[in-house]
């Protein structure tokens, strides 16, 4: 199958699996409590709660709550949120806009360390580059995230003060527009090197502490992956035509050893979006994951609901576009069977 | 070691070469000193059981053994380059069979101590070298044209240069690429113009260049086999791309690992007639290495029987195949089917190849030697001349002067 039709037939299967998962997300959510315990206190009588539950449509069958729901969100209707007090649709992206600027840049460490520290070490075994990717490997598998959160706080920002909290100085961040939420690209938009360098710095110790996980899963995999290729015979072959070892590795070995990281690096995705929650909190770093806690502790159904669906829909496409690369990587992997 | 005219007929001398592999269970000698020459121009079988040592004495050649865990205990392996034509200066006559090149008289190079530089530049360009399997041996996910293209970047970039019309002294990232030693950026600096068009003129007579190669092989329809992967392609046809590939720079030395043993006898046929024919026209030297005698018979001028670490007889095809001298020879000989014996009725050699961690003093074929004595025990016999040009390691034509020698009318089993 082509690629191209390959991608078409995953994208009209979506919709299918986005309904299905919106159901199983809904009937989840109800089994937990009543969307309306933010609303209620014990002063309330009886009646007093058979109102609000009529003014919110609680006392319909629970299949006609789902299709409302459903259809306040194809009309960009996604409910209220008690926990921030205003509708869920006017604060989800400021927030989602947050937290996808710090698993990008979290996503980048990762990526760009754990495949350079897996190279390393693959090629050279046993040797220095392979125990320090080793360490890291250990670490970043077995420290609580949280932990090494806090490590890295009462080093850098508690005691050497070279770190700072939060998302960005106040100052800084009244002197430029916010128009794409990222304060990065706003950054560069408004070509303000001082509030790129703003961004940039209270990203770094975040971004670190959440990609540090991801890191070591795929420094691991990439060096067993690349360890088993270099002893495959094409790479021998390749050293037979007069090869340049840099070439062999890179253009033979590593490309061929991307192909199982590439796997793995779609599941880190999910391992960055749950770090996020504890990262966020520990950093005060104003994105989804915190407000998400929040909204758990607090029984608000409609913010909970918005990104439990949001993040299905999310993984399915990651892992969509995850096949893609993998397909392209390698075209033996036939596609759609 | 070798006298002036010996050495001029020999494209290559292996000379007491010794490769160690170390091993939980010690010191495995894989290849125990072992000698032989590659006269120019001919076919060398190297026959023997699995596990005796061919592929290690192959791979010698272009130095790809994997060190650690092997040890390149000791000896020589030397090399003579040909050199341009003296007779056409590299335009290609009959006496070079149009290759533009010959033996020449110049000093051999020793491939075990050249530096990795010098290396590399033989390796795919002087000597080449086809495996055995040939799924296993071409990169999965590259294209045949893209992995084809490397030997011709690797080591014909000015004639690269020249086919698509840029000058030899192009320098940049377009050097860069048609002499593979990318940068990082390079990518991006040649998919935009001014580059672009160089960069596509490299790209076709590459085509061209590696369309010709696959022609050799006699594949068809060579330009659009370039854009498939291995996997699309039969054993067969992977390996006729291999050996386009080994033979793309005309070497002078080709090393042939079992090319055929992964493959259908059918297609095997076709395929040693493909090398023989390439091997004849170009006047490459091959070493053949092979657990077949049936094959090496067809194909090779002399052989090489390889036991243990050892060479145990060698000498032209004829003079082994009328007499062989040695007894795993005979027993090698005996065990190939022919059309009387039943399939899976082979009158196999009883007993394996020995572990070769630390042997000891004695005759290696010693405990599966039908005529063995206690002499062959004790002492350990040395490849020497039985008639001109064929040797034997054995007691038998050999003895050591003792009492009990062995010999062929006595089965001591
Ligand atoms: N990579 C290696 N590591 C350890 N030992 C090896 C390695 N390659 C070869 N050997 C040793 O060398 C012996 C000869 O191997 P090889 O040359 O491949 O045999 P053949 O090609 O004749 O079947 C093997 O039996 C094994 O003990
Ligand atoms: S030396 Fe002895 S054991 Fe070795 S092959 Fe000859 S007869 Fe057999
Ligand atoms: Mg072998
Ligand atoms: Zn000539």
Redesign the pocket.
């Known amino acids: 199958m082509q690629l191209r039709d390959y991608i078409f037939r995953r994208l009209l299967v979506l919709p299918i699996l986005i309904i299905g998962v919106s159901i199983v997300v809904f009937t989840l959510t109800r089994v937990g409590g009543s969307p309306i315990g933010i609303y209620l206190s014990h002063e309330m009588t009886p009646s007093e709660v058979a109102e609000i539950q009529a003014r919110f449509g609680l006392d319909q069958p629970v299949w006609v709550q789902y299709l409302q729901w459903a259809k306040g969100i194809l009309q960009g209707d996604f409910g209220y949120s008690g926990v921030a007090a205003a509708p869920v649709s006017d604060i989800f992206p400021l927030k989602l806009a947050a937290t996808m600027e710090l698993a990008a840049a979290a996503g980048c460490v990762a990526l760009f360390l754990g495949i350079t520290l897996g190279t390393f070490a693959g090629a050279r075994r046993n040797r220095l580059p392979d125990h320090i990717t080793r360490i890291v490997a250990v670490s970043g598998a077995s420290l609580p995230q949280f932990w090494f959160g806090i490590l890295l706080l009462i080093v850098f920002w508690a005691q050497l003060g070279i770190a700072p909290i939060g998302r960005s100085d106040a100052t800084i961040f009244a002197s430029i527009d916010h128009p794409t939420g990222l304060y990065t690209i706003d950054a560069i938009l408004a070509a303000s090197p001082k509030a790129f360098w703003d961004a940039v710095w209270h990203l770094i110790l975040p971004a670190l502490t959440l990609g540090y996980g991801a890191t070591a899963i795929i420094a691991r995999m990439m060096r067993s992956a690349l360890v088993e290729e270099l002893q495959q015979d094409y790479v021998d072959a390749a050293r037979a035509k007069g090869l340049a070892e840099k070439i062999v590795l890179k253009r033979h070995a590593r490309r061929n050893a991307l192909v199982p990281t590439v796997t793995v690096i779609g599941l880190t995705f999910g391992f960055l979006l749950q770090g996020t929650i504890t990262i966020e909190i520990i950093y005060r770093w104003p994105g989804l994951g915190r407000w998400m806690a929040d909204s758990v502790l607090r029984g608000d159904q409609g913010t909970l609901m918005t990104y439990v669906l949001f993040t299905s829909v999310l993984f399915l496409l990651v892992n969509l576009i995850v096949d893609v690369v993998y397909a392209n990587l390698d075209r033996r992997v036939t596609l759609g069977k | 070691m070798l006298d002036a005219t010996q050495a001029s007929e020999n494209v290559a001398s292996v000379r007491d070469l010794k490769v160690h ?1 170390q ?1 939980k269970r010690g010191v ?1 000698h ?1 290849v125990d000193g072992v000698s032989f020459d590659i006269q120019d121009g001919e076919t060398l079988g190297l026959v ?1 059981e ?8 192959g791979r010698s050649f272009l130095r790809l053994l ?1 060190v650690p ?2 040890i390149l205990a000791g000896g020589a392996v030397s090399f003579r380059p040909h050199g341009p034509c003296t007779a056409c200066e590299g335009a290609g006559c009959e006496a070079c069979a149009k290759t533009g090149r010959r033996a020449s008289g110049d000093q051999p190079v020793d491939l075990l101590s050249i530096s990795l530089q010098d290396m590399r530049r033989i390796r795919g360009d002087r000597i080449a070298m086809i495996f055995q399997d040939p799924g296993k041996a071409l990169n999965p996910t590259l294209t045949i044209g893209a992995q084809m293209s490397e030997v011709f970047l690797q080591h014909r970039t000015a004639e690269l240069l020249d086919r698509a019309g840029l000058p030899p002294d192009t320098a940049g990232a377009v050097r860069r690429f048609a002499a593979q030693e990318p940068r990082f950026g390079d990518g991006l600096i040649l998919k935009f113009p001014p580059k672009r068009g160089q960069r596509a003129k490299l790209q076709v007579a590459l085509n061209q260049m590696v369309t010709e190669a696959l022609a050799e092989t006699q594949v068809p329809n060579p330009a659009k086999l370039m854009d498939r992967f291995p996997h699309e392609l039969s054993g067969g046809m992977r390996q006729r791309v291999m050996i386009a590939q080994a033979l793309a720079c005309n070497p002078d030395l080709l090393i042939a690992d079992e090319p055929t043993t992964a493959l259908d006898v059918t297609v095997e046929a076709r395929i040693l007639e493909l090398i023989r024919a390439l091997q004849q026209r170009r006047k490459t030297s091959v070493l053949y ?1 092979s657990h077949d005698l049936s094959l090496v018979r067809r194909i090779c001028d002399r052989v090489a029987v ?1 036991y243990a670490g050892r060479i145990v007889e060698i000498g032209t095809t004829e003079d082994v195949f009328a007499n062989p001298r040695h007894p795993y020879t005979r027993g090698l000989m005996a065990a190939v089917p022919t059309a009387g014996t039943a399939r899976g009725k082979l009158a196999a050699i009883r007993g394996t190849v020995p572990e ?1 961690v630390d042997p000891p003093l004695e005759c290696r074929f010693a405990g599966r030697c039908p005529y063995e004595t206690a002499t062959c025990r004790q002492n350990d016999p040395s490849l020497q001349p039985v008639s001109g040009g064929h040797s034997v390691a054995c007691f038998i034509d050999h003895p050591t002067g003792s009492q009990d020698a062995p010999s062929f009318d006595r089965v001591t089993e």
Request: hydrophobic share 35%.
């Open positions: 592999f091993s495995v894989a023997g699995t596990g005796c040592g061919k592929s290690v004495t994997p865990p092997g290495i390889m070769l």
